[in-house]
C-alpha cells in the first residue's frame, strides 16, 4: 500500500517563499504528482516529478527524491490568490497497483498581507 | 476552465437509489479518471479508462461502476446508495495511459443523499 505525509496548514506572507514538504511510503511508484485546490473547487494540476530533481515551473518548483520517498513543493513571491490546499499524489507502479493514486490529507497554505 | 465537463453540478437523491454521473474528456484526452472527495476521506481515486478500457482500480465499491463510451466520455454509475456517499465527485482525463505526466480534472458534481 502506500502512506503518505504532508503538513496540515502553513502560513506565511505576502511575497515571501513556503515550502510544503510530502513523505510516502509505497510498494512501488510511478510518478508524484502536485495539485492545487481552492475551497469547493476542483484540483488543478501542478507539477509531476517521475525521476529525481527538480522541475521548475514559474512561481512554482517541485523537487523528487525516490530514495528518501521525499518531495516538495515550493511556491516562491507568495501571492494572496496562492492562499489553497496543495495535494500531493503518488501513482503506484508494481503489478498491483500500477495506475492507482494515493492522495495525502492536503496541505493548507494560508498568505497573510 | 480545463476543458472537462461534468453533468450534473449537483444531484440531490434518497438512499437506496441509483444515480448515473457524466463525464466529457478534453478534446483528444483518451484518459478518464474518476475520484471522490469526502470531508473525512479526502481525495479518493476510484477508477481510470483508457481509450474505452479498463486500466486501474482503488477503492470503488461494488456498489459503483463506471464505463467509458467509443466517444471516450464516460459515466460513474452508483447504485443502492447510502448517506456517506454523499461527496464531490470529480472526473479528470489525460491523454496518456498509466504513464501520464499530467491530469486535468472537471468542476465536479457535488451528490447529497438524504
Known amino acids: 500500500g502506500q502512506n503518505i505525509d504532508q503538513p496540515t496548514e502553513m502560513t506565511a506572507t505576502e511575497g515571501a517563499i513556503v515550502q510544503i514538504n510530502c513523505t510516502y511510503q509505497t510498494s512501488g511508484f510511478n510518478g508524484l504528482f502536485w495539485y492545487q485546490q481552492h475551497a469547493g473547487e476542483a484540483p488543478t494540476f501542478l507539477s509531476y516529478?517521475?525521476?529525481?530533481g527538480l522541475e521548475e515551473k514559474g512561481r512554482f518548483s517541485s523537487f523528487l527524491s525516490r530514495s528518501k520517498g521525499y518531495s516538495y513543493l515550493l511556491l516562491k513571491e507568495l501571492q494572496m490568490k496562492d492562499s489553497a490546499s496543495y495535494l500531493c499524489?503518488?501513482?503506484?507502479?508494481?503489478?498491483?497497483?500500477?495506475?492507482?493514486?494515493?492522495f495525502g490529507a492536503g496541505t493548507q497554505v494560508v498568505v497573510t498581507p | 476552465d480545463s476543458g472537462v465537463t461534468q453533468t450534473p453540478k449537483h444531484l440531490i437523491t434518497a438512499t437506496g437509489q441509483r444515480v448515473t454521473l457524466r463525464c466529457s474528456p478534453r478534446?483528444?484526452?483518451?484518459?478518464v479518471y474518476w475520484y471522490q472527495q469526502s470531508l473525512d476521506q479526502g481525495l479518493q481515486f476510484l477508477i481510470q479508462?483508457?481509450?474505452?478500457?479498463?486500466?486501474a482500480k482503488g477503492n470503488i465499491l461494488e456498489r459503483f461502476s463506471a464505463q467509458q463510451f467509443p466517444d471516450l466520455h464516460s459515466e460513474l454509475n452508483l447504485s443502492s446508495l447510502e448517506l456517506g456517499d454523499s461527496a464531490l465527485y470529480f472526473c479528470a482525463s489525460s491523454f496518456r495511459d498509466r504513464d501520464s505526466s499530467e491530469q486535468y480534472f472537471g468542476p465536479g458534481t457535488r451528490l447529497t443523499v438524504t
Open positions: 478534446s483528444g484526452d483518451l484518459s
Open positions: 516529478n517521475v525521476l529525481d
Open positions: 499524489a503518488v501513482r503506484g507502479g508494481t503489478t498491483d497497483s500500477w495506475g492507482k493514486f494515493q
Open positions: 479508462y483508457y481509450n474505452g478500457e479498463e486500466r
